[in-house]
């Protein structure tokens, strides 16, 4: 079973604290699934996403992030501000993929696909 184990520092002397991992959660789209957790200045996202779900549209963040792509594959897409699609790149497994703050984008897999995001809390 998955744990969260998370390392302190009190007055320069190590402990570690098991706590609750976060538990993945539906979203609105046909087979998504994900899961985040804020801890240590750090906002880490995973999404969990299962063969045959539909395309998450277009959307964007006013934070930059930086993904990688633990297995799967697809097209994550770019647009306009006005939700229209302007092109796609194909990501696989193993790739990594920054976005900007406000980069307009959405996905659509191939195959069962998980990807994780960070970014600054």
Known sequence: MAKHIQLKDTKG????ELRSPPQLENLDYQGWRALSID???VFCFMFDIEAGA???PLHAS???WIAYVM???GTVYYGDQGGSKTDGITFSNGDFISFSENAQHGWLCDCATKIMLVRAS
């Open 54 to 56: 539909v395309e998450y």
């Open 13 to 16: 002397i190590g402990s570690a």
């Open 39 to 41: 801890e240590s200045g």
């Open 62 to 64: 006013d934070k930059p």
């Open 71 to 73: 297995q799967g594959s």
